[in-house]
C-alpha cells in the first residue's frame, strides 16, 4: 500500500458525460501528479500540482482539468467523454515534486466510456 | 528529447530460471533519474527502485539486481529464480531537467509470465 488513495477504483459512464476523480496524497507529500495509461499511448503525464499551484502540464487534453485543495487532496475533472477517454487513470504523490523524486502511485481509477 | 525504450514486450519463463529486463533511455541532460515500477495484474504500480546519474554502482534487492551503465544508456533489471508472483508488467521510467518538470516518462512495459 502506497498511501496514495483515489475514489472511485471503477466508473463507467457515457459519451458526454463529465466525471470527477479524487486523489489523496501520502501524508506530509505537497505534489500531486496525474497520469493516464492506455493502450495505445501507455502511460502519460497529465498535469502536477504543488501546494495548490499548477506546476507543470503534460498531454492534457482541454476537456480535462485538475486542482489541488488545501488539505492536498485533488481532483481530476473530465469532461464531454469521448470513447477513447477509456484507460485506467493514476495519481501519484511525493513530498516536494522535485526532479528525480520518487513518486508513489495510487490504486488507478479505470474508466470505461460507453 | 526523453525516450525510454523497452524493446522486450513479453517475457515467458519457468518458475526458478533468472531473467532479465531491458531498459535503454535517452537524454541529453547529465542529471537525470531512472526508475523502475511493477504494475501486477491487480492495476497498482508499485515502486522499485530509483537511481541517479552520478551513481553507476548496481544496486540488489533480495532476488532483484539492477545494472546501470551509463556508457550504453541502458538501466536492465535481473530477477533471479523468478517465482509466479513476480508475473507482471515492468516500467521502466526517466525523469530528467527537460522542460524543468518533474514528470515520469515511461517506457512501453515488459510482461513478464513465470510458469510454474
Known amino acids: 500500500d502506497s498511501g496514495v488513495t483515489q475514489t472511485p477504483k471503477h466508473l463507467i459512464t457515457a459519451t458526454g458525460q463529465r466525471v470527477t476523480l479524487r486523489c489523496s496524497p501520502r501524508?506530509?507529500?505537497?505534489?500531486v501528479y496525474w497520469y493516464q495509461q492506455s493502450l495505445d499511448q501507455g502511460l502519460q503525464f497529465l498535469i502536477q500540482?504543488?501546494?495548490?499551484?499548477?506546476?507543470a502540464k503534460g498531454n492534457i487534453l482541454e476537456r480535462f482539468s485538475a486542482q489541488q485543495f488545501p488539505d492536498l487532496h485533488s481532483e481530476l475533472n473530465l469532461s464531454s467523454l469521448e470513447l477513447g477517454d477509456s484507460a485506467l487513470y493514476f495519481c501519484?504523490?511525493?513530498?516536494?515534486?522535485?526532479?528525480?523524486?520518487?513518486?508513489?502511485f495510487g490504486p488507478g481509477t479505470r474508466l470505461l466510456v460507453l | 528529447a526523453q525516450k525510454v525504450t523497452q524493446a522486450q514486450t513479453e517475457i515467458s519463463v519457468v518458475e526458478k530460471e533468472d531473467v532479465t529486463l531491458d531498459c535503454v533511455y535517452e537524454?541529453?541532460?547529465?542529471?537525470?533519474?531512472l526508475f523502475w515500477y511493477k504494475q501486477p495484474p491487480s492495476g497498482e504500480l508499485v515502486f522499485l527502485i530509483r537511481?541517479?546519474?552520478?551513481?553507476?554502482q548496481n544496486e540488489i534487492s533480495g532476488r532483484y539486481s539492477w545494472n546501470f551503465q551509463k556508457s550504453t544508456s541502458s538501466f536492465n533489471f535481473t530477477i533471479t529464480a523468478s517465482q509466479v508472483v513476480d508475473s507482471a508488467v515492468y516500467f521502466c521510467?526517466?525523469?530528467?531537467?527537460?522542460?524543468?518538470?518533474?514528470?515520469?516518462?515511461f517506457g512501453k512495459g515488459i510482461t513478464l509470465s513465470v510458469r510454474p
Open positions: 501519484a504523490s511525493s513530498v516536494w515534486g522535485g526532479i528525480g523524486e520518487t513518486q508513489y
Open positions: 501524508s506530509g507529500d505537497l505534489s
Open positions: 500540482y504543488y501546494n495548490g499551484e499548477e506546476r
Open positions: 537524454t541529453r541532460d547529465t542529471t537525470y533519474y
Open positions: 537511481r541517479n546519474s552520478f551513481d553507476e
Open positions: 521510467a526517466l525523469s530528467d531537467l527537460t522542460g524543468a518538470n518533474s514528470k515520469l516518462t
